[in-house]
Each structure stands twice: as structure tokens, then as C-alpha cells.
């Protein structure tokens, strides 16, 4: 089991930067692949960005890639997702969620790969 934690959420200008983090506890955190995934309103759940147990292979959407950096430090069970350069069109509710697998797959970009689950934080970017 994991239980995951997400912060750093607010408002910011476009242009600025943000940096999420996602506690987790639980054992399986360090052994399993983490992913962030965002939610406009009445717009589905995307794929945002994910990164293996060991922080070596990442993946990011066309939407973020070179502006978001994905990371984590498994000494504090936490995951990170920078955002930079943030526009509007980024505003979200992003979710982080645990896959319970080591390595990324090819269904790593879909949510239904991920049984864990944040309660989410807003991020809000204003023009």
C-alpha cells in the first residue's frame, strides 16, 4: 500500500515557477514508478510526467516536455514535479499516483496504470 500526499500548488503568473511535491508512505514507494497527472475542469485526467524507481528513465507529455522536470528522492519518499515557464493553459488540479511497478511501460501514460492515488493540489496560472 502507498499513500501519497501532494503540496506546493497555488496561483502564479504566466512565465513563473512552481514545484509540487508528493509524499508517500508506505514500503512499496521506493520500488514503484511514480507519475503526475493533471485535471482542468471538464477536461479528463492526462498524463503529465512519470519516473522510474530508481529515477533514471522519465517520461513527459508533449504539453510540459523542457519546461516541467520530474523527480524524486526515495531517502524522504518524496516525488517532485518543477514546473517552469507555466502558462495558462497549464492550469489544473495535478494528482500524483504510484504504479506499484519498478519500471516505466508503455501504459505508463495511462491513469488506468496507476492504483495509488493522491487527493490532488489546484495550481492556478493567470495571464
Known amino acids: 500500500q502507498v499513500q501519497l500526499v501532494e503540496s506546493g500548488g497555488g496561483l502564479v503568473q504566466a512565465g513563473g515557477s512552481l514545484r509540487l511535491s508528493c509524499a508517500a508512505s508506505?514500503?512499496?514507494?521506493?520500488?514503484?514508478?511514480m507519475g503526475w497527472f493533471r485535471q482542468a475542469p471538464g477536461k479528463e485526467r492526462e498524463f503529465v510526467a512519470v519516473?522510474?524507481?530508481?529515477?533514471?528513465?522519465?517520461r513527459y507529455a508533449d504539453s510540459v516536455k523542457g519546461r516541467f522536470t520530474i523527480s524524486r528522492d526515495n531517502a524522504k519518499n518524496t516525488v517532485y514535479l518543477q514546473m517552469n515557464t507555466l502558462k495558462p493553459e497549464d492550469t489544473a488540479v495535478y494528482y500524483c499516483?504510484?504504479?506499484?511497478?519498478?519500471?516505466?511501460?508503455?501504459?505508463?501514460?495511462?491513469?488506468?496504470?496507476?492504483?495509488?492515488w493522491g487527493q490532488g493540489t489546484q495550481v492556478t496560472v493567470s495571464s
Open positions: 499516483a504510484a504504479t506499484g511497478r519498478a519500471y516505466l511501460r508503455d501504459s505508463s501514460y495511462s491513469p488506468n496504470e496507476y492504483p495509488y
Open positions: 508506505g514500503r512499496t514507494f521506493s520500488s514503484s514508478a
Open positions: 519516473i522510474s524507481w530508481s529515477g533514471r528513465s522519465t
